[in-house]
């Protein structure tokens, strides 16, 4: 079935630095979801992509839906502690239900 | 505007016991969404409810049944529980069934010993 492979798997990060993540599919997709999860508490949306192309900025959080349609990318400028939590990116399968990666956790370097 | 609420928060069953978990949707909202999220894990679609009936399952046995009310407020039922069914339980609503920007309630850990 259609999976969403998502890396890195961690990263630690320093306050100021700028973060990348990706999510890559060998299936196309037609929408892409960039979701947020801090301990405890349930996903949050960050992001909704829905064109092939398409750059849509959330504050320090950029994301890109990539033009094969295939991947899409998190950028995060400038990090604050409070970014530490695990990143989703998720997308409809073919019954229109949403398939979702195993996450990127972010934490702070100590 | 209130958000998805979830509750109970925590709840520990016996293998084999039942368990009923509820979800009120974000205002407006008439889709409920239910997802299973294993630990170090991201969620994995259970069923999602449009205005009482279900609207599309994912790959859970029929164990797994649910409802949704005339509020749209909604209900997960597992039977027979298994080791295997301890996960965070999530509700997502979404303005539509056709929209795929769901709102999160906070979950609830089911623990199955």
């Known amino acids: 079935g259609q999976q969403l492979n998502q890396s890195p798997q961690s990263m630690f990060i320093q306050e100021g630095e700028d973060v990348s993540m990706n999510c890559t599919s060998s299936s196309i997709f037609n929408t892409w979801l960039w979701y947020k999860q801090d301990p405890g508490e349930g996903p949050v949306l960050l992001i909704a992509l829905y064109k092939a192309g398409e750059l849509t900025s959330n504050g320090r959080l950029t994301a890109q839906f990539g033009i094969t349609r295939k991947d899409s990318f998190l950028n995060i400028s400038a990090s604050i502690p409070s970014d530490v939590g695990i990143y989703f990116c998720?997308?409809?399968?073919?019954?229109?239900?949403?398939?979702w990666g195993a996450g990127t956790k972010l934490i702070i370097k100590p | 505007e209130t958000g998805v609420t979830q509750s109970p928060t925590h709840l520990i069953k016996t293998r084999g016991q039942q368990v009923t978990l509820r979800c009120s949707s974000q205002s407006g909202h008439n889709t409920v969404s239910w997802y299973q999220q294993a630990l170090g894990q991201g969620p994995q679609f259970i069923f999602q409810y449009y205005r009482e009936e279900e609207n599309g399952r994912g790959n859970f046995p029929p164990r797994f049944s649910g409802l949704q009310f005339p509020n749209y407020s909604s209900e997960l039922n597992v039977n027979a529980l298994e080791l295997d069914d301890s996960a965070l339980y999530l509700c997502?609503?979404?303005?539509?069934?056709?929209?795929?920007?769901?709102?999160f309630g906070p979950g609830t850990r089911l623990t199955v010993t």
């Open positions: 997502a609503s979404s303005l539509t069934s056709s929209s795929y920007e769901q709102y």
């Open positions: 998720a997308g409809p399968n073919s019954n229109y239900q949403l398939i």
